[in-house]
C-alpha cells in the first residue's frame, strides 16, 4: 500500500525534530478528541533522538502547546527477551531517551514482564495487559499513533522475514525467535499495528536506502510492506540517504 506521506530530509537531526513535532500534534489531537492518547514506541537506535526532542515538548517554550503526558499510555511495539535493565532492552532505551526527559511522568508505560520465564506466557500476559485499554470485544488495539523503525532486512518491530505470516488466533502479541534477532522477541503483530489510527515509519542512514523504497513499492517479501493501515494514516520519515 502506498504511504500517505513520505517525508524526505538531509540529515537525522531535523528528520528528528519533525517527527518529534508531528507526534505532539498527533498526541494533542488525540486527548483533545479523547481524553487519552494511546502510543505504541518503536525501538532500536533511530527513534532516539525523536524521543528525547519529544520529552522536551514538556514545558511551553515555543508557545506551542505540549502533550498532556497524564493522559499518555506508552507501549512497546516490541522487547528483546532480556533481563530488566539490559542495554540491548528497548525499555532501558525508551526510559534513557524519553521517560527521563519529561519531569514527573504520570502517564503509563507498558511492557512486556521480561521476569517471566515462559515467552509464551509473557507474551500472552503482554496481550491482556494492552487488552486492559480497550474495551472487551475489542478485535484489534486502536492505537492512535504507532512509531516502527525499520532493519535493513525488511523487519519491523520484530516482525522478521523468517516469521509467520498466519495469525490464525487474531493474536496481538506473539512471540518470535528469529534466525535474523539475537535475542527471542515479544512482538506487537501485523494486525494489531494495522489497526492504527497512524502509523509512523522512521528511517535513517545510507545502509537503508535500497530496503526502504523496495518496502515503499511493496515488495511482498518484506515484512515492512505488510505495514498498511485499514483505516488510519501511513507516514514515512526517512534521511541520511
Ligand atoms: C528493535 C526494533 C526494530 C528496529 C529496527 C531498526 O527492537 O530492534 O523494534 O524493529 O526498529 O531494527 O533499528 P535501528 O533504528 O537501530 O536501525
Redesign the pocket.
Known amino acids: 500500500m502506498p504511504a500517505d506521506r513520505i517525508y524526505y530530509f538531509e540529515n537525522h537531526n531535523r528528520m528528528s525534530r519533525e517527527a518529534a513535532d508531528i507526534i505532539s500534534d498527533l498526541m494533542i489531537r488525540a486527548i483533545g478528541s479523547k481524553a487519552v492518547c494511546n502510543m505504541v514506541l518503536?525501538?532500536?537506535?533511530?527513534p532516539v533522538n525523536v524521543y528525547k526532542l519529544l520529552g522536551q515538548k514538556t514545558t511551553r517554550r515555543d508557545d506551542k502547546p505540549t502533550p498532556d503526558w497524564s493522559a499518555v499510555n506508552l507501549f512497546l511495539?516490541?522487547e528483546?527477551i532480556v533481563p530488566r535493565g539490559d542495554l540491548d532492552s528497548?525499555l532501558t532505551m525508551v526510559q534513557s531517551s524519553l521517560l527521563q526527559h519529561i519531569p514527573q511522568f504520570s502517564g503509563t508505560i507498558n511492557f512486556p514482564d521480561l521476569s517471566v520465564n515462559d515467552p509464551m506466557k509473557m507474551a500472552a500476559q503482554y496481550e491482556e495487559l494492552i487488552r486492559s485499554y480497550f474495551p472487551k470485544n475489542t478485535r484489534w488495539p486502536l492505537f492512535d499513533i504507532v512509531i516502527?523503525?525499520?532493519?535493513t532486512d525488511g523487519?519491523?518491530?520484530?516482525l522478521f522475514p523468517d516469521v509467520s505470516l498466519s495469525n490464525p488466533g487474531e493474536r496481538w502479541v506473539t512471540k518470535v525467535t528469529s534466525k535474523f534477532a539475537e535475542h527471542e522477541r515479544i512482538s506487537l503483530t501485523f494486525e494489531a499495528i494495522n489497526a492504527a489510527g497512524t502509523i509512523l515509519v522512521l528511517v535513517s542512514g545510507k545502509a537503508k536506502r535500497n530496503i526502504v523504497r523496495r518496502v515503499i513499492d511493496g515488495d511482498p517479501s518484506l515484512p515492512a510492506s505488510r505495514i498498511r493501515p485499514s483505516e488510519g494514516k501511513l507516514f514515512y520519515f526517512i534521511s541520511d540517504l
Not at 523487519?155 to 520484530?158: N, Q
Open positions: 518503536a525501538g532500536g537506535t533511530t511495539g516490541d528483546r528497548n516502527l523503525g525499520l532493519g523487519h519491523t518491530a520484530s
